[in-house]
């Protein structure tokens, strides 16, 4: 049984922040960003965008009518999560009107927990072969003004609609995973903004890439000689490269290294754009990959590299299917040309806006700019979303 993913969309917000104006804002050379983090821009999300808008969004181009009626199951991945109790796959389920008899959750491990909400669906699946699983990885990542990790903060979702007979590229049984407890990169459940060891967290990164990519390659024989692409998570692109030079073997000939090289620049294509968009990073490169890429054929071995603080780290492959183009948004570049571009004043305000509840628990909110969903208003502390 051939399991993966048959379609694949996205979505993030519809404004962005200029790396060159923060630069500017922050007396910072701008080379610090653009060859330093390798970020052109960031999709800032307002108030009434968040993980349950934007994974709606990014599921709503992908479904069609028999999906919503055969999905039976939905999973969100998030470290963003917008309640202590209720899943955003809950408030997803309903917006998106799948049929009732449908399991719906959220989990959490960081930046690394869509690729087990991934291995969750093929073993559904494996299990009874009819069935679909929705896996939607959604997060707004953000740190504050002139933290640090103000550079690399960013807003999105990749929705994928895991199946038998997928029509993109099917899963390979050869995944390797640790786990390491470690504090590089937290938020307590009493802080709005993480907590990052940014030097310890990259260390961390690469030693569970090196690491596990050792264990890869003992079990499974792997070289990277049998991959066309190796995507990455991507906090932001510069590190993700540092990885990609890490796994560069220099036994490769150069027509191999020249490919893989060249497929690495098409999987962070997108992510230079959007910025950091944590669970759905990996997944963000892969369809930069398949929509920037001059080379992919059917057939081709792409590899994967999940990273999630914490930390758990995971290797795996999968084999694209003969038409997987067709499967594929030919306007994404264009929509992310679209977004309305922000002054940093207009930045600081609208990224890190706060719901002002009155003593009943309501607040109302500005009309902003989103996708086909919007959070429209809280009342009595309840969050009540819209359809544009």
């Excluded at 199951?73 to 209720?86: F, N």
């Excluded at 969750?120 to 009874?128: E, G, P, R």
């Excluded at 995944?175 to 590089?184: K, P, S």
């Excluded at 890869?216 to 906090?235: M, N, S, T, V, W």
Aim: charged share 20%; glycine share 6%; aromatic share 10%.
């Amino acid at each position: 049984m051939s399991i993966g993913i048959d379609k694949i969309g996205f979505a993030t917000a519809k404004y962005r922040l200029d790396m060159a104006d923060l630069a500017v804002a922050r007396d910072t050379d701008p080379n610090k960003y653009s060859l330093g983090l390798m970020l052109d821009s960031l999709s800032i999300a307002p108030i009434t965008e968040d993980i349950v808008t934007l994974g709606a969004a990014a599921a709503e181009q992908i479904l069609t009518k028999e999906d919503k009626a055969t999905i039976d199951m939905v999973i969100v991945a998030t470290e963003t999560s917008i309640d202590q109790s209720k899943a955003a796959a809950v408030f997803i389920h309903g917006l998106l009107g799948i049929q009732p008899f449908a399991r719906s959750f959220e989990i959490k491990e960081a930046c690394y927990s869509a690729t087990a909400a991934l291995n969750y669906a093929k073993l559904h699946v494996t299990a009874q072969a009819a069935s679909k699983v929705l896996v939607i990885a959604s997060d707004i990542a953000k740190y504050g003004i002139k933290t640090s990790g103000e550079p690399t903060q960013g807003a999105g979702a990749v929705a994928m609609l895991v199946t038998n007979q997928p029509r993109i590229l099917t899963f390979n049984d050869d995944n390797v995973a640790q786990t390491r407890d470690v504090m590089d990169f937290w938020r307590p459940n009493y802080s709005t903004t993480p907590f990052v060891q940014g030097i310890f967290s990259t260390k961390q990164y690469l030693d569970c890439l090196k690491t596990t990519w050792a264990e890869y390659q003992k079990r499974y024989q792997g070289k990277l000689e049998d991959f066309a692409a190796f995507c990455f998570h991507i906090p932001y692109p510069k590190l993700a490269r540092k990885g990609l030079n890490k796994l560069l073997d220099k036994s490769l000939s150069q027509e191999k290294t020249g490919q893989i090289k060249a497929n690495f620049e098409a999987s962070i294509s997108y992510s230079r754009q959007i910025g950091n968009i944590y669970t759905g990073s990996l997944y963000l490169g892969l369809l930069s990959l398949l929509e920037k890429s001059q080379s992919l054929k059917a057939g081709d071995k792409i590899g994967f590299f999940s990273y999630g603080s914490g930390a758990v780290s995971e290797i795996f492959s999968g084999q694209l299917v003969a038409g997987f183009e067709q499967m594929l948004n030919p306007d994404q570049q264009a929509s992310l040309e679209k977004r309305q571009r922000l002054s940093v004043e207009d930045y600081e305000k609208l990224f890190f806006e706060e719901a002002q509840l009155d003593d009943q628990g309501n607040a109302e909110f500005e009309n902003y700019a989103t996708h086909s969903f919007a959070l429209e208003r809280i009342e009595h502390h309840q969050r009540l979303y819209k359809r544009n």
